[in-house]
């Protein structure tokens, strides 16, 4: 089992930057691909980014490419998003989540979830 845990998240101005940041629990951690959604108020969880257990390419929504890059580092169980160029329409609750034999943009296909962080993009 894996406990997921998102922090970084907060207010910054369209333009801005931040780093997400998801501490994983438990001695398995590379050996699940891990993805990253998020989910505005009154829309569905959508897909961001994912990356597989042995950091291989990385897969990632239209909306984001060039933007945004996910990346991992097994050695501390911890898998980053950084969010550079941020626009307003990127304001949601930022979940990352665990599979571990899929790395696609089905949130139904991800087992374990952490609670999420929120991140708010100001015009």
């Known amino acids: 089992q894996v406990q997921l845990v998102e922090s970084g998240g907060g207010l910054v101005q369209a333009g801005g930057s931040l780093r997400l940041s998801c501490a994983a629990s438990?001695?398995?951690?590379?050996?699940?691909?891990m993805g990253w959604f998020r989910q505005a108020p009154g829309k569905e969880r959508e897909f961001v980014a994912s990356?597989?257990?042995?950091?291989?390419?990385?897969y990632y929504a239209d909306s984001v490419k060039g933007r945004f890059t996910i990346s991992r580092d097994n050695a501390k169980n911890t898998v980053y998003l950084q969010m550079n160029l941020l626009k307003p329409e990127d304001t949601a609750l930022y979940y990352c989540a665990a599979a571990r034999y899929y790395r696609g943009s089905s949130y139904d296909q991800y087992n374990y979830w952490g609670q999420g962080t929120q991140v708010t993009v100001s015009s």
């Open positions: 990356i597989s257990w042995s950091a291989g390419t990385p």
């Open positions: 438990g001695r398995t951690f590379s050996t699940y691909h």
